[in-house]
């Protein structure tokens, strides 16, 4: 059987206007129309030779950092715009969700919305008719179904956009990050949902998130694109943890020693783990178990040393400053190791800056970012989006009612 998509050589150039414009009366902008423009242009691939194939029913998680072209690639597949140059063979029919309001018009009502998109989708009036009542009931809205859709909520057009495009039967459902915006009742609506469709493997999705555990959750296949290249596809297990071994820039212990300027104590190597073991780190890092940092040192000259190390996030906000007491070191190799408990990171990127410290008071070097890492929430959850704080530890447990 052939695949339901097909993706060859798919490239994707915007260009960027150089020429800054002055402010300009309207005589002079009409002028202008008409003028020969020689401005400099820079061009810019969002997009570069993606070449993949999706089979029918399958599930695939589409991931990368912001700015990698996950969202120009379903803008593609979605034929709102048009690659510059390779080509897609699609064997079924595209619904998309993309943002709120896409592909509704404003001053039409919910109703009058729902047998558009259907129609849009290729759909006979009758498959409609057949699906309108699950839609509505799905979303919510039943209450302001003939109300113009431009006196929705942005989380009711979200609901019902969800609803069109999960229950009208088109073949190929592309979903991007519009489902973190809800609230926790939708999400577990909507994942219940995709799960439903993922179980009866007659629908296929392609599905785009920053969330690590959805992906692995929702998907059994993954494409991972960066600068606009693909960077890995296949087992989901496989490329999101190569996504996250590529976010988490660690230490460079080749080069750690020469960062060391100063000529009495320096970094040998650092090792981050979630096992019993002292190794480097080789894969992911999960919010349910407790993280070993080692820190290795080499002393040169004997004298009283401590290390400190400042903890933060991504963005360097500071969550706290480490410090191990005072040791007396002879010359020679030594290692400290630093437990973060399991459950206490929120799904974030963080970093750590490392001082070495004469006598608990004289910093003889800093390094800065010497290591990062990405947590994931591995946890069961009914909902998929961000939780607040740099740090989530789980302090409340549940008492039973004493009879």
């Known amino acids: 059987m ?11 150039r915007f260009f960027i206007n150089k020429e800054q414009q002055p402010y300009l ?4 902008s009409i002028t202008n129309t008409f003028k020969f423009k020689s401005g400099r242009k820079d061009d810019f691939w969002a997009l570069k030779d993606i070449t993949f194939n999706v089979e029918a029913g399958e599930s695939l998680g589409i991931i990368g950092k912001n700015g990698a072209g996950k969202s120009t690639l379903l803008k593609i597949l979605s034929k709102i715009t048009p690659p510059t140059k390779g080509r897609i063979i699609s064997r079924g029919r595209i619904a998309s969700l993309l943002e709120v309001g896409t592909g509704f018009h404003p001053e039409l009502s919910g109703r009058e919305n729902i047998f558009m998109n259907g129609s849009i989708l290729g759909m006979r009036k009758a498959e409609i008719i057949k699906n309108f009542d699950a839609i509505v009931d799905f979303s919510g809205v039943r209450q302001f179904i003939d109300t113009p859709l431009k006196h929705y ?16 039967e088109n073949e190929i459902l592309i979903i991007d990050e519009v489902l973190a915006v809800g609230d926790a009742e939708f999400q577990k609506k909507c994942m219940g949902k995709m799960k439903d469709i993922n179980a009866k493997g007659d629908r296929t999705v392609l599905f785009v998130s920053h969330n690590i555990a959805a992906i692995q959750g929702m998907c059994n296949t993954a494409l991972y694109l960066n600068s606009g290249e693909v960077h890995g596809y296949g087992d989901v297990k496989s490329i999101t943890s190569q996504y996250v071994l590529n976010q988490k820039e660690g230490a460079d212990n080749k080069n750690l020693e020469s960062q060391c300027k100063n000529d009495r104590i320096k970094i040998r190597k650092i090792l981050l783990n979630q096992g019993d073991g002292i190794a480097d780190f080789s894969g992911s890092i999960y919010r349910s178990k407790a ?3 080692i820190f290795e040192v080499n002393v040169l000259v004997p004298g009283s040393y ?6 933060k ?3 360097n906000q500071m969550i706290c400053n480490l410090y191990t007491p005072i040791y007396d070191l002879n010359e020679g190799k030594y290692s400290f190791k630093m437990v973060i408990p399991e459950n206490f990171l929120n799904d974030e990127i963080y970093k750590m800056d490392l001082f070495l410290v004469d006598n608990a008071s004289i910093p003889i070097e800093l390094i800065r970012d010497v290591v990062s890492f990405e947590v994931i929430d591995d946890s069961e959850r009914i909902w998929y989006g961000k939780f607040e704080g740099v740090i989530r530890p789980d302090l ?5 009612e004493e009879s």
Do not use: C, D, W, Y
Request: aromatic share 8%; hydrophobic share 55%; proline share 2%.
């Open 2 to 12: 052939k695949p339901i998509l097909e993706i060859e050589n798919i490239s994707k």
């Open 25 to 28: 009366s309207l005589r002079e």
């Open 153 to 168: 909520s942005s989380g009711m057009q979200l609901r019902l956009a969800f609803a069109v495009a999960a229950f009208l």
């Open 291 to 293: 993280i070993n940092v």
């Open 306 to 311: 401590n290390l400190s190390v400042h903890f």
């Open 313 to 315: 996030t991504i963005l």
């Open 396 to 400: 409340i447990t549940f008492l039973k």
